[in-house]
């Protein structure tokens, strides 16, 4: 599995950016498809998941201001995010994996990133 991740980019505090991820390869529905986001000097964190059988969840401080999805029939998951916070600025991992859903270790494949900067 490949995975692209695009549509970040810089927005104002309070204002929303819709994430797409890409998939190629086999298969895409039966994995669980996570969001990850990594800010400089920070570690890698939890941000949402859709699983394969569609159950969401979601970190607590996205919780509410941002929306997973997934559309099957085009291998791709999305990220909506609404309300966005200066401390939302990182760059935003895909994931593909069949594990445990909030931690990096229960996913597979990575896409390669993309930045979001949320000016205050």
């Known amino acids: 599995v490949q995975l692209q991740a695009f549509g970040g980019g810089l927005v104002q505090a309070g204002g929303s950016l819709r994430l797409s991820c890409a998939a190629s390869?086999?298969?895409?529905?039966?994995?669980?498809m996570g969001w990850f986001r990594q800010a400089p000097g920070k570690e890698r964190e939890f941000v949402a998941v859709i699983t394969w059988s569609h159950s969401t969840y979601y970190a607590d401080s996205t919780k509410g201001r941002f929306t997973i999805s997934r559309d099957n029939a085009k291998n791709t998951v999305y990220l909506q995010m609404n309300s966005l916070k200066p401390e939302d600025t990182a760059v935003y991992f895909c994931a593909a994996g069949r594990g445990i859903y909030y931690t990096g270790t229960g996913y597979d494949y990575w896409g390669q990133g993309t930045q979001v900067t949320v000016s205050s």
């Open positions: 390869g086999r298969a895409f529905s039966t994995y669980n």
